[in-house]
């Protein structure tokens, strides 16, 4: 069964660093574009960061632009979002997704909706704060 889950999450200060991961299961992660998207609470879904398949090409939104960073690993099957310097309007559920339809092209939107995505992972927690 092709699946990814999301593990990291949890509290951490402003100004501080947390690792996402995200293991893929049934289908390697260099081959699809892989993506995070995070939700407040009481807010709508966004994309965050994005990694197109094979070329590995790497894209974010404005607000973690700089701060956050996208990554593969093909050998662990895991794709990572590096988060330095957060601030507590990164406090969400992350989530990780994978469009393995090949919805996507060769770009994929970082701010996109999620809707090129069919495979998503449960979630994971970040808050942050002092």
């Known amino acids: 069964q092709w699946q990814v889950v999301e593990s990291g999450g949890g509290l951490v200060q402003p100004g501080g660093s947390l690792r996402l991961s995200c293991v893929a299961s049934g289908f390697s992660v260099k081959r699809y574009t892989l993506a995070w998207f995070r939700q407040a609470p009481g807010k709508e879904r966004e994309g965050v960061s994005c990694?197109?398949?094979?070329?590995?090409?790497?894209y974010y939104a404005d607000s973690v632009r700089g701060r956050f960073t996208i990554s593969r690993d093909g050998a662990k099957n895991t794709v990572y979002l590096q988060m330095s310097s957060p601030k507590p309007e990164d406090t969400a559920v992350y989530y990780c997704?994978?469009?393995?339809?090949?919805?996507?092209?060769?770009?994929?939107?970082?701010?996109?909706?999620?809707?090129?995505?069919?495979?998503w992972g449960q979630g994971t927690q970040v808050t942050v704060s002092s």
């Open positions: 990694i197109s398949r094979d070329d590995g090409d790497t």
């Open positions: 997704a994978a469009d393995l339809l090949y919805a996507t092209g060769s770009y994929c939107d970082p701010a996109g909706d999620g809707r090129d995505y069919d495979t």
